[in-house]
């Protein structure tokens, strides 16, 4: 199975899912973006064993790219594992302070977040689309944290996951305005005269809006791999028919 570990430690254990030729559907992880659910069942069920974990233990959410997060726990085991009926309803961001959920994000282009803390053990997935990094999910999910005062943002550690690059990521002027309109993001746009597109670093856009919160930039990385290029990756905006990457975290006991 094709998974990029971030992280593989006696703490936390996070990373992303691959396409993968050998696998089931190419390695497919979405229920939701599948042509068969028993196939992305056995698939989950590999990853499951690969980082020693049970299908049980996933907590998955209904994407909608929203700017909604929810703080998850141990009730909340399952759902959204083996069904999408089950996912938490209307959520692009998922943390928890408890051990032993695997939090799962799916992405194709879009930007995954994964974060933790060592300090105050919280761990977190966040699915930060276009829409959602207009709508500030990721700044509004740190805010949220920070508003609960039991993680200080400075203990924070951020991997931004794989996604399309700024090179592949056009947009109209309709859309660049959205981005323009945060009043931080000037200096990962830029207009290609040619296409008359205009082109976005949703990534480091990212970025910032961690850095905005206070996260300490020398905390936080970035996967750089393009999802258009790269043939291990799945690309919504080359194949609308593709499957989904899972990116993942869990604090282990």
Known sequence: ??????????????GMTLKDPVELENNNMALHACVSKEDVLKNRKK???????????????HQTH?????????ADKGKGSITDATSIPDTDALYTYE????????????VPVIFHDEVSGIVGVIHSGWQGTVKEITLNVYERIRQEGQSDLKNLYVQIGAA????KFEVDHEVYLKFKNLGYADDFIYYDNKSGKYHIDNQKIVKRQCELTGIPSDHIRIDETCTFENPDCFSY?????????????????
Do not use: W
């Not at 199975?1 to 996070?14: A, G, P, T, V, W």
């Not at 929203?66 to 726990?73: G, P």
């Not at 905006?237 to 006991?253: A, E, P, V």
């Open 1 to 14: 199975m094709n998974i990029k570990l971030y992280q593989n430690n006696d703490e936390f254990i996070s």
């Open 47 to 61: 990853l499951a064993s690969h980082v020693h974990c049970e299908l049980d233990d996933f907590v998955c959410a």
């Open 66 to 74: 929203s700017d909604h997060s929810c703080q998850v726990s141990l």
């Open 99 to 110: 051990p032993n959920l695997l939090l799962c994000a799916f992405t194709a282009d879009c």
């Open 164 to 167: 399309i690059s700024q090179k």
């Open 237 to 253: 905006r080359q194949d609308k028919n593709s499957g989904r990457h899972l990116s993942f975290i869990m604090k282990r006991s």
